[in-house]
């Protein structure tokens, strides 16, 4: 049987269940180890620490590719809280409504450009450095 021919078997759910719940654990020790001045949200580091453990192949895909697709599928209800607590904050919105739409919009247009210039350059430097990497096996 061919590599690609083999079906991959996901993880049990608890041991995906277990494996997010350490990663978040480890991702709020981190968290509250940042000072003051730079506070870190602990979703973001948990992300960033999964991965980093999925580059470097410590966690296989297989083991949180279930769980990870049925959060992925109720992402719209754990977006819930953010909009009722922005519906308390009217208020803020009346203020500074028009300051944080100008602020959205700059950093979405900053976060593409970044983005689109760092592909461009990181396909630069595959095309230019990966085939002559691939010719020296």
Known sequence: MNEKEKTVQSAPILFQMLIFAAVLFVSQFISNLMPSTFPLPTPVVGLVLLY????????????????AGALIG?????????GISLAEHLNIMETEGVRLVIVIILSTVVLLVVTAYTTRILLFIKNRFGRHASTLK
């Open 74 to 82: 109720v992402i719209g209800f754990l977006f819930v809280p953010s």
């Open 52 to 67: 980093l453990l999925l580059t470097f192949h410590v966690i296989k895909l297989e083991w949180v590719d279930s769980l």
